[in-house]
């Protein structure tokens, strides 16, 4: 398994370095500003922490462009952003404000933010296969040099879409590239009851797709891997399957009782992985302790702002819940707009003008 931890750390790489742990602080912080902020009930829906997983985050979208494309999960904070979503953007989302980036009607689980390429957090499990399949073949068919990158879980993979856009990807040499985080867990369940192979990556064997097995703690060796495969699909190298190790050190959502592991299991491979403690280690000499603090400050600024911007921002109007569920713009002469003002007038004939901005339930 590849990673980095002997290696260098200088120069050019070293900045790289830093730019990691910047973002994968901005991650940790937000996140747990959102378990903070879900247990004071400022937050409704649900919410599913990537903590212990940053690295995967950072060291990936660090090789994309903003026109490059992303997919994610229901575990897709840390996703959205490294890709480039704002943190005050993010925030509202999550308390259900329109100023979010889906005007506060998607929360956690369904943020999309098409500006910086990322097509959508998911609640449907490998709901993002069949969204890259289909950005990839885009690129191809637009003839840019685009790639569409697919974070998923380890569970995932035991579901039909996985397979059939894996096989898709491969046989028509799609500029695609699949990021397991391999976390360990499906909701409750361990993956050793779940599948009989330990690499998930020989999965990628079976349809003819180059793979590599990552130490997903570590941002370098995430970054690295996944910087060849862009290079691959860039140049028209086709798919590449990127396993990365990793482990999420909370619940499977924020109240998940965590019955099926022991406190013991969290703290052990915490104490010995941090993603974040291990890239601080790695830049231990160059990065002094302030140098470190500062990141940790400026974090928690940002993320209080964005909390700031957040209650300062009305809820979304009840009526705009009609609009944006298909493509199309708001001019009134659009079809889609009839379309939506359609519904809307007949589900809501007395709509009041502004809502309570509740989302929906179910993970
Ligand atoms: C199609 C579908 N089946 C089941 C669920 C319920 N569910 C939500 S998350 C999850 C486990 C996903 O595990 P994994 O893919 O390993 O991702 P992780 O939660 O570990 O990040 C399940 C079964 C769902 N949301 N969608
Ligand atoms: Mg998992």
Not at 54 to 59: D, K, L, T
Not at 118 to 135: D, H, P, T, W
Not at 319 to 341: I, K, M, N, Q, W
Request: aromatic fraction near 8%.
């Amino acid at each position: 398994m590849a990673n980095t931890l002997s290696a260098p750390v200088e120069g050019s790489r070293r900045e790289l370095g830093i730019a990691m742990l910047r973002t994968m602080i901005r991650i940790r912080v937000l996140e747990e500003g959102i378990e903070k902020h879900f247990l004071a009930g400022d937050i409704p829906g649900f919410a599913h922490l990537s903590i212990g997983q940053e690295a995967v985050a950072a060291g990936t979208c660090t090789n994309l462009r903003t026109g490059d494309a992303i997919a994610s999960t229901h575990r897709g904070h840390g996703h959205t952003l490294a890709k480039g979503t704002s943190m005050r953007a993010m925030v509202a989302e999550l308390f259900a404000r329109a100023t979010g980036v889906c005007k506060g009607k998607g929360g956690s689980m369904h943020i999309a933010d098409f500006s910086v390429g990322m097509l959508g957090a998911n609640g449907v499990v490998a709901g993002g296969f069949g969204l890259v399949a289909g950005a990839a073949l885009s690129a191809v068919q637009r003839k840019t040099d685009q790639v569409a990158v697919c974070f998923f879980g380890d569970g995932a993979t035991n579901r039909g879409p996985f397979h059939e856009n894996l096989n898709l990807c491969a046989i028509w040499n799609l500029p695609a590239i699949f990021v397991l985080e391999n976390n360990r867990y499906a909701s409750t369940t361990s993956t050793a009851e779940t599948m009989k192979i330990v690499d998930v990556a020989r999965r990628a064997d079976g349809y003819g797709m180059a793979s590599v097995i990552v130490d997903g703690f570590d941002a370098f060796a995430v970054y690295d891997a996944v910087g060849v495969a862009v290079q691959r699909a860039r140049s028209g190298g086709g798919p590449t399957f990127v396993e990365c190790k990793t482990f999420r050190a909370r619940g499977h959502y924020i109240g998940d009782p965590e019955r099926y592991r022991a406190k013991t299991e969290v703290e052990d491979v915490m104490n010995a992985s941090d993603p974040i403690v291990r890239m601080q280690a790695l830049l231990g000499d160059a990065l002094a302790a302030a140098a470190f603090e500062a990141l940790w400050n400026e974090a928690r600024a940002e993320f209080a702002d964005a909390v700031a911007f957040a209650r300062s921002s009305p809820p979304p109007e009840r009526t705009e819940a009609f609009f944006g569920a298909y493509s199309g713009d708001r001019d009134p002469g659009d079809p889609v707009h009839a379309l939506e003002s359609r519904e809307r007038d007949r589900f809501m004939p007395f709509a009041p003008d502004v809502g309570s901005g509740s989302q929906g339930s179910g993970h």
